[in-house]
């Protein structure tokens, strides 16, 4: 019942591709990868680069305005942020409505959905000054969300922004700390967190950003825009994997049974995959995955984690996999989250969290990614076409004449 001549005729053009692998849904000007290079660009700038000296708030300045900010405008922005970090009170209600175990996904999802029935003042998109407080909203209230899903879910009480603390250090303060005793936040770590978090910022028209867009592209509130791209974050082959490569790793236990686990992943009438192996985008190294690597040593040093198993088995795998001809043919290199989970647990983190916190750095990208659709004249709606495969036109049976 295809009738690809009259759908033809209608647009004056028509393709079908599934999982969208080669289709432009946009002009964008944030993000550029190029894949077979391992090359990630945000604004022009490498990630590499970025990483090694930036902080998190100038990369979300860079994402949003397309510039790095001067001294002054770096401490402007900083002050704007800090001045939203709080959420309304009457949110904490929220919390409580959950059951005590739980996902901090779910609770994300709903939580941040919630925050256009609070502030009235920024859903009008057609306003270009209420969609910058909602972007300096988003980006200043989701590390306080995310600590309060975490302190809920271990039943401890909510810990609230201080805002002369650094992004990355005021999460694990709200996270970590507890009322009765002295916290400090331990300042290498804190770096490390901020590197993971300008790691994960933006990464151009993935699953979860695609779905911001077009969210965003029938007019509905940022708020609400963002909480569908955590619901789509949340699944196990986007947002997931850091959490399964970290099962993957604890699974294998030793470094002497990866080659069994290398020769299960080869074997085609096995399901298994290595997980943290292999991108839609990337067949080179993942750019990101290096400086993670980098990043999980320091962490791991700085914390006297000496012979880590999962490091030593996540070492091995990644040697033997890159000396195999199957992953070479197959250009499957280590992506971000083969070292993310291992870093993440040594922070403390339980595996449930990694996925929110990977949540709370892309909520720059997706609202930078909003934004650039919003003020984008020549967008429309979103609305793909499909090929029809069911029944031909038939008549209808009153049920008393069927079966
Ligand atoms: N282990 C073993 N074989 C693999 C792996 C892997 N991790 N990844 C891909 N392959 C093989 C496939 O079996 C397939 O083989 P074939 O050509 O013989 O059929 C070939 O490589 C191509 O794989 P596709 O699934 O077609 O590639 P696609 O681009 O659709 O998938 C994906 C990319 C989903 C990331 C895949 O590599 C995968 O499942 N990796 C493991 C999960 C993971 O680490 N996801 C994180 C992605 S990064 C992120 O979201 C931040």
Redesign the pocket.
């Known amino acids: 019942v295809v009738d690809i001549s009259k759908l033809y005729a209608q647009t004056g053009a028509f393709t079908y591709d599934p999982?969208f692998t080669s289709t432009a849904s946009c002009e964008s000007s944030i993000t550029y990868i190029d894949g077979d290079e391992g090359t990630l660009l945000y604004r022009g700038y490498p990630i590499e680069q970025l990483a090694e000296h930036g902080d998190f708030l100038e990369t979300c300045y860079l994402l949003l305005y397309g510039e790095l900010p001067t001294p002054t405008q770096k401490a402007d922005f900083d002050y704007r942020v800090t001045r939203h970090t709080m959420v309304h009170d009457q949110m904490n209600r929220f919390f409580l409505g959950f059951r005590r175990d739980a996902h901090p996904m779910a609770i994300m999802v709903a939580v941040t959905g919630a925050l256009s029935a609070f502030y009235h003042d920024s859903t009008d998109i057609s306003d270009p000054k209420q969609r910058m407080i909602a972007s300096m909203r988003m980006i200043a209230k989701m590390p306080t969300i995310a600590a309060m899903a975490y302190k809920y879910s271990v039943g401890q009480p909510f810990i609230y922004p201080k805002n002369d603390l650094d992004y990355a250090a005021n999460f694990l303060r709200m996270c970590f700390a507890v009322p009765c005793e002295d916290y400090k936040v331990n300042p290498i770590l804190a770096r490390a967190l901020e590197r993971i978090f300008i790691l994960h910022a933006d990464?151009e028209q993935?699953a979860s950003t695609s779905t911001v867009r077009l969210a965003g592209s029938s007019g509905a509130n940022p708020f609400a825009c963002i909480s569908a791209g955590i619901a789509c974050l949340w699944g196990p082959?986007?947002?997931g994997?850091n959490e399964?490569?970290l099962k993957m790793l604890e699974e294998i236990g030793t470094p002497d049974r990866v080659a069994e686990y290398v020769a299960k992943?080869?074997d085609?009438n096995d399901p298994f995959?290595?997980?943290?192996?292999?991108?839609?985008v990337y067949k080179n190294y993942d750019p990101r995955a290096r400086i993670m690597q980098k990043t999980t040593h320091e962490v791991l040093n700085e914390l006297g984690v000496k012979d880590d198993p999962l490091l030593e088995v996540a070492m091995e795998l990644e040697q033997i996999a890159l000396r195999d001809e199957y992953f070479i043919e197959?250009k499957?290199y280590p992506?971000?989250?083969f070292y993310s989970g291992i870093t993440l647990k040594a922070m403390g983190f339980p595996t449930t969290m990694f996925t929110v916190l990977f949540a709370l750095a892309r909520t720059v990208g997706w609202i930078a990614q909003w934004k650039e659709m919003v003020e984008d004249p020549s967008q429309r709606i979103g609305r793909p076409r499909q090929l029809y495969i069911g029944a031909d036109k038939r008549e209808y049976v009153p049920i008393a004449q069927r079966g």
């Open positions: 999982g990464h993935n082959a986007h947002g994997a399964a490569a992943a080869k085609k995959r290595l997980m943290g192996f292999g991108h839609r197959k499957l992506n971000i989250d």
